[in-house]
């Protein structure tokens, strides 16, 4: 069973900085694709940023040039960068990993903006 566990939220003013972590327990990290959503109060959740195993990147348009996804394979650890953070950008955040047509959902990060 794949477990993935998120570390890094918190609380932070309006133009702050988080990152977010989120660690695998599975050796064939490498070949997942792996992604952040996030659901604030009240909402759906919705796609914040992917990376595929190629390193390819794909943003929402609401966190582009603000957020930024990597993932470091050595250490089964995908992160997600969050500057110039808005007070909309509270909720909490999920990282997801898939292969093939396995997904796996890490319990989740409160991450909370204030103006």
């Known amino acids: 069973q794949v477990q993935l566990v998120e570390s890094g939220g918190g609380l932070v003013q309006a133009g702050g900085s988080l990152r977010l972590s989120c660690t695998a327990s599975?050796?064939?990290?490498?070949?997942?694709?792996m992604g952040w959503y996030r659901q604030a109060p009240g909402k759906q959740r919705e796609l914040v940023a992917t990376?595929?195993?190629?390193?390819?990147?794909n943003y929402a348009e609401s966190v582009k040039g603000r957020f930024t996804i990597s993932r470091d394979n050595a250490k089964n650890t995908v992160y997600l960068q969050m500057n110039s953070l808005k007070p909309e950008d509270t909720g909490v955040y999920y990282c997801?990993?898939?292969?093939?047509?396995?997904?796996?959902w890490g319990q989740g990060a409160q991450v909370t903006v204030s103006s």
């Open positions: 599975v050796s064939i990290f490498s070949i997942f694709f």
């Open positions: 990376i595929s195993s190629t390193f390819n990147t």
């Open positions: 997801r990993g898939g292969l093939g047509y396995r997904e796996y």
